[in-house]
């Protein structure tokens, strides 16, 4: 008897403690993404998802924590110098890849590109633009003569092509797992690392970014919506004598398995063909350096952990890619 009610009162007393400590998480959680929210776009701006200019603010997010965020006067994420720059060789852009999340501006490809080079570039990256934004964006910074720019370096990784299931119930099936997945993540920040912790310890392929099911790889849609897009961009600046060129990157799906879709690379290099200064695929630079490496090991490497996004090595891959190509 004496044991059952030691046993009950143990058993009461981890529940309480996990109860306190999911509360404090939540506490926290809250006070973070309140006191340190990722809200930097520039409502008053002309230029479609601009940045507020001038910025230094710090961001948290659940799994990687505290990230500087500073932009220049033209609203472009920067290393925090006060630059009043209006003339570049180079705008780059494209998604959060681009923009550089997690990750200190000088850590990313775009810091690591201009720390070794002559020329001037900008970064026009933005976690929230797809095909059609960049291409509102971009025709938004010739029409109102925002900066001067010769060439334009676009981004395009598997994101762009994510394609939806036409099923109607799996669709809300999926829109509820998201939901609740996107309010422990909101809410739960020391939850959430903990379980990606548990997860990398025991099988890392249940990890979104390392799953056989990450649906920005495994189903790759070029819409006409995209090509439209596209050949937007492509003719708004060859009209004002601009150049383009094109950098595809891979996933950790990609070293992984083998059955991965590579329709968008194929499009993307046949575009480019007439039409771009150069076109890069830089998966075939990163597999060169896998050699013997356990292939495990080599993504944790270049991505930053339970992410599909570059860490520093990573990005300074595609730092010298691009720097090599520049013409």
């Known amino acids: 008897m004496l ?3 030691l046993a009950s009162f143990y ?4 529940i309480i403690i996990f109860f306190f400590i999911l509360s404090c998480d939540f506490i926290y959680s809250n006070l973070s993404k309140n006191f340190y929210s ?6 008053q701006s002309r230029i479609y998802k601009n940045f507020r200019p001038n910025l230094k603010e710090i961001y948290i997010s659940p799994v990687y924590g505290k990230t500087i965020f500073c932009t220049d006067n033209n609203g472009f994420r920067n290393n925090c110098t006060n630059s009043k720059e209006k003339k570049f060789d180079y705008l780059l852009i494209g998604n959060i890849f681009t923009e550089g999340a997690e990750l200190p501006f000088e850590d990313t490809f775009v810091g690591q ?3 070794n080079s ?10 929230n633009l797809d095909m059609y934004g960049i291409n509102r964006k971009l025709s938004d910074i010739i029409k109102n003569n925002h900066v001067e720019f010769k060439e334009v370096i676009l981004f395009v990784g598997p994101r762009f092509f994510k394609k939806d299931s036409n099923s109607k119930n799996l669709i809300i099936q999926k829109k509820n797992q998201i939901d609740f997945k996107k ?3 909101k809410n739960f920040y020391i939850l959430n690392k903990s379980y990606h912790w548990f ?3 025991t099988n890392k392929t249940k990890i979104w970014a390392y799953s056989k099911n990450n649906h920005y790889t495994s189903n790759i849609d070029i819409t006409s919506s995209f090509k439209h897009n596209l050949n937007n961009i492509f003719l708004e600046l060859k009209q004002n004598d601009k150049k383009l060129s094109i950098v595809t990157y891979p996933y950790p799906y990609h070293f992984l398995y083998k059955d991965f879709n590579n329709e968008h690379i194929y ?8 039409k771009c200064n150069f076109f890069i695929d830089i998966y075939p630079e990163f597999y060169s350096k896998i050699k013997e490496e356990n292939i495990w090991k080599f993504i944790e490497k270049i991505y930053l952990t339970y992410s599909v996004h570059f860490n520093k090595y990573g990005n300074q891959i595609i730092a010298e890619t691009v720097i090599k190509n520049l013409r």
Request: charged share 35%; aromatic share 20%.
């Open 199 to 201: 997860l990398f310890q």
């Open 113 to 115: 590109i201009k720390d």
């Open 11 to 14: 058993f009461k007393t981890l």
């Open 38 to 43: 990722f809200d930097f776009d520039d409502p």
């Open 118 to 127: 002559s020329l001037k570039f900008a970064n026009l990256g933005n976690r």
């Open 183 to 185: 309010f422990i993540n």
């Open 267 to 274: 499009y993307l290099e046949d575009f480019c063909k007439n």
């Open 3 to 5: 044991k059952k009610k």
